[in-house]
T-cell receptor, first 115, second 109 residues
Framework: DGGITQSPKYLFRKEGQNVTLSCEQN?????MYWYRQDPGQGLRLIYY???????QKGDIAEGYSVSREKKESFPLTVTSAQKNPTAFYLC??????????????FGPGTRLTVT | LAKTTQPISMDSYEGQEVNITCSHN???????ITWYQQFPSQGPRFIIQ?????VTNEVASLFIPADRKSSTLSLPRVSLSDTAVYYC??????????WGAGTKLIIKP
């Protein structure tokens, strides 16, 4: 089955610790994305990558970092600099091309709780 | 950047047709209109996408008037399992989608 996997589903960390969220896709998509969703809100773009070894900041990149060393993988690190990291994090991918990029496939999400 | 406005919530009953309208007055010439469905604690799921006039697939229809300043997602004969949040998105350039708060649709028996 093709799709996107995110692990773990739930993650708990102490304040001040960095944490890395995993995202893997086997859809052969060029573009990948990371979003953050807070309760009752829409999604906000953290980072996106159109191609391997390249990524761009989204609307709320401060306190986050990413890498794109492989086409299949786009891990997100939530650093201690992120002031309010507790949220639901969603990874997505899409085929290349402007219209195709609007059809994004999402993973199941990781719910991060920092105390 | 395009901005969308949609109702915060809607109620309907099983078997009815549901229409959710989205306003996007500042849509750009190259922008597409895309709708997603999201269940609690899950990632959004693509429903339908269009540029103008009408698009239909196996789950929904999308109506876009000539001026493209609004769009209407139509869900035929809804069931309880259609209870979800529905997002209207207008494509910005360079792969960025702008997500609003969505419309919470509640289907009653």
């Amino acid at each position: 089955d093709g799709g996107i996997t995110q692990s773990p589903k739930y993650l708990f960390r102490k304040e001040g610790q960095n944490v890395t969220l995993s995202c893997e896709q086997n859809l052969n998509h060029d573009a990948m994305y990371w979003y953050r969703q807070d309760p009752g809100q829409g999604l906000r773009l953290i980072y996106y990558s159109q191609i391997v070894n390249d990524f761009q900041k989204g609307d709320i990149a401060e306190g986050y970092s990413v890498s794109r060393e492989k086409k299949e993988s786009f891990p997100l690190t939530v650093t201690s600099a992120q002031k309010n990291p507790t949220a639901f994090y969603l990874c997505a991918s899409s085929a290349s091309g402007t219209a195709s990029s609007y059809e994004q496939y999402f993973g199941p999400g990781t719910r991060l709780t920092v105390t | 950047l395009a901005k969308t406005t949609q109702p915060i919530s809607m109620d309907s009953y099983e078997g009815q047709e549901v229409n959710i309208t989205c306003s996007h007055n500042n849509i750009a010439t190259n922008d597409y209109i895309t709708w997603y469905q999201q269940f609690p604690s899950q990632g959004p799921r693509f429903i339908i996408q269009g540029y103008k006039t009408k698009v239909t697939n196996e789950v929904a229809s999308l109506f876009i008037p000539a001026d493209r300043k609004s769009s209407t997602l139509s869900l035929p004969r809804v069931s309880l399992s259609d209870t979800a949040v529905y997002y209207c998105l207008v494509g910005d350039s360079n792969y960025q989608l702008i997500w609003g708060a969505g419309t919470k649709l509640i289907i009653k028996p």
